[in-house]
């Protein structure tokens, strides 16, 4: 019973070509997020949706573009993919959208651009 | 620089030990937040401390935070293999940032058997 995942696991793909990752969560939470960790470990947050709304949209090129369907799935389209978009991206959700809220992680995606 | 540097980077000790790892960060915050991060996968979250704590607990974990220093300690007693992890501090800001959290880059610590 994996409580946020991701798919997929893995992505390898080639310069300029536009790839989704998805996330869902099974907690009933309404609160979503996207975070992007890179070679050295820092981890940055992208974009928040609450109940299907974005309310944190950090300095990310608008090359990516998150999509809410619903508030327990939030995927991540990323076009013209660049070499500096490899990194691991991470989804969690918490149960509200407060600073002190529990955040719950999904796996990661790693993704390479060759 | 990046908000919430955590020192040491690295941390290699025997179980049994105690593990210190230390977080300092540069602007207000309203809670500061430790997780956890097995190689491969996503992190847990392990203990909260708002600004306006010292010290908290839970099991064998001891989380510190001085806000006039600007810093934040773990502690873990009694170390075990199964520790070895990243540790990551996260500041959750002052205002109306939401969710938002800035994580540092994580203290990699590794106990041997």
């Known amino acids: 019973d994996t409580a946020v995942s991701q798919t997929p696991k893995y992505l390898v793909t080639q310069m300029g070509n536009d790839k989704s990752i998805k996330c869902e969560q099974n907690?009933?939470?309404?609160?979503m997020y996207w975070y992007k960790q890179d070679s050295k470990k820092f981890l940055k947050i992208m974009f928040s949706?609450?109940?299907?709304?974005?309310?944190i949209n950090e300095t990310v090129p608008n090359r990516f573009s998150p999509k809410s369907p619903d508030k327990a799935h939030l995927n991540l389209h990323i076009n013209s993919l660049e070499l500096g978009d490899s990194a691991v991206y991470f989804c969690a959700s918490s149960q509200g959208k407060s600073r002190t809220d529990t955040q719950y992680f999904g796996p990661g995606t790693r993704l390479t651009v060759l | 620089s990046q908000q919430g540097e955590e020192d040491p980077q690295a941390l290699s000790i025997q179980e049994g030990e105690n593990a210190t790892m230390n977080c300092s960060y540069k602007?207000?915050?309203?809670?500061l937040q430790w997780y956890r991060q097995n190689s491969g996968r996503g992190l847990v979250h392990l203990i909260l401390?708002?600004?306006?704590?010292r010290e908290k607990h839970s099991g064998r974990l001891r989380v510190t935070l001085d806000t006039s220093k600007k810093s934040s300690s773990l502690l873990i007693t009694a170390s075990r293999a199964a520790d070895t992890a990243s540790y990551f501090c996260?500041?959750?800001?002052?205002?109306?940032?939401?969710?938002?959290?800035?994580f540092g880059q994580g203290t990699i610590l590794t106990v041997h058997p």
């Open positions: 949706y609450n109940n299907k709304e974005l309310i």
């Open positions: 996260a500041k959750g800001k002052g205002g109306t940032s939401y969710g938002k959290l800035t």
């Open positions: 602007t207000s915050i309203n809670n």
């Open positions: 907690l009933g939470h309404d609160t």
């Open positions: 401390i708002r600004s306006n704590e």
